[in-house]
């Protein structure tokens, strides 16, 4: 069976292909119809005018197969349950329709589902990907801008900056992450368990808690170690502002605050499931010993 990493990257990939070309067919579809709207050489774009770009962006989301690749992402969800079930029957010796159970009583199967479904469904899609990007035509200094100058404006957002591969790619890459992690949470509530393997080996970008834990400590910690180590990167839920030198796998020697990278509000609780913050590749697996 396929690894729960292994489809938590996946996850990444399948609605990443779309990302790499959207941005570039919603700045030409914007373009265009911004060109067919000057006056005396500026934009010129009644309240009208702006509604369609929404339908605009809507529309080329709609035709790059956005959809269709959205529901191969959500099936994942199932496949990642699968292979979590099989994990803990393979390290904790659980049965794998016992944990299916816990999942499925849990009140985070159906929160982290929710957010998903509005974060990259139709909902979330129009209130927060479309309206980032109309927002840039809807400012007033747009509309004393020239031609070119607004097509640099947004080639900026979409082209360069890459919007909606980011938009996708952390999405995408967060939910799965924390589904596994707030499913192993759950193992570590139901069966009291005290030993966490802070699994994926590090890279030169990752957060100095997750070098710490991984590289310093070995991947393998208690319950009170890691209420030890939140205390000093994340103390109180409020990623630490103190400065420390860590050293990555490479050799390197790095100068970081101590809680760069999580997330406020980060505490034991949640730890399992937010890890070192958005982006974090690594898993935290509790098991017996």
């Known amino acids: 069976m396929i690894s729960p990493h292994s489809i938590i990257t996946k996850g990444d990939n399948i609605l990443f292909k779309v990302g790499d070309t959207l941005d570039e067919r919603i700045y030409k579809r914007i373009r265009k119809f911004i060109s067919q709207n000057t006056k005396d050489g500026k934009v010129s774009i009644d309240?009208?005018?702006?509604a369609i770009i929404d339908d605009i962006i809507l529309k080329e989301i709609k035709d790059s197969g956005y959809n269709t690749e959205l529901n191969n992402y959500l099936a994942l969800f199932t496949q990642l349950e699968n292979a979590i079930s099989q994990e803990q029957a393979e390290i904790n010796k659980l049965r794998v329709s016992s944990i299916k159970e816990l999942w499925n009583r849990s009140d985070m199967k159906k929160n982290i589902t929710?957010?998903?479904i509005y974060d990259l469904g139709q909902t979330g899609i129009k209130d927060v990907f479309v309206k980032a990007i109309s927002d840039v035509v809807r400012e007033s200094s747009f509309f004393n801008l020239?031609?070119?100058s607004a097509e640099d404006r947004l080639r900026t957002k979409l082209v360069d900056d890459k919007y909606s591969q980011r938009y996708i790619k952390q999405t995408t890459f967060d939910a799965l992450s924390q589904y596994d992690g707030a499913i192993n949470n759950e193992v570590r509530i139901a069966y009291d368990f005290k030993i966490m393997n802070y699994s994926v080996n590090t890279i030169e970008t990752s957060r100095p808690i997750c070098v710490h834990l991984h590289d310093d400590l070995g991947g393998k910690v208690t319950d009170v170690q890691l209420k030890?180590?939140?205390a000093d990167y994340c103390p109180n839920g409020?990623?630490?502002?103190?400065s420390i030198t860590y050293e990555v796998h490479t050799g390197e020697k790095k100068v970081a605050k101590?809680?760069?990278g999580m997330i406020e509000g980060t505490i034991f609780d949640n730890f399992t499931q937010l890890k070192g913050g958005w982006g974090c590749r690594h898993r935290a697996i509790w098991v017996r010993k």
Do not use: A, F, M, W
């Open 146 to 148: 020239d031609l070119q």
């Open 258 to 260: 101590r809680g760069s």
């Open 114 to 116: 929710q957010r998903v």
């Open 238 to 242: 409020i990623p630490s502002e103190k």
């Open 228 to 230: 030890q180590v939140l």
């Open 47 to 50: 309240n009208k005018q702006l």
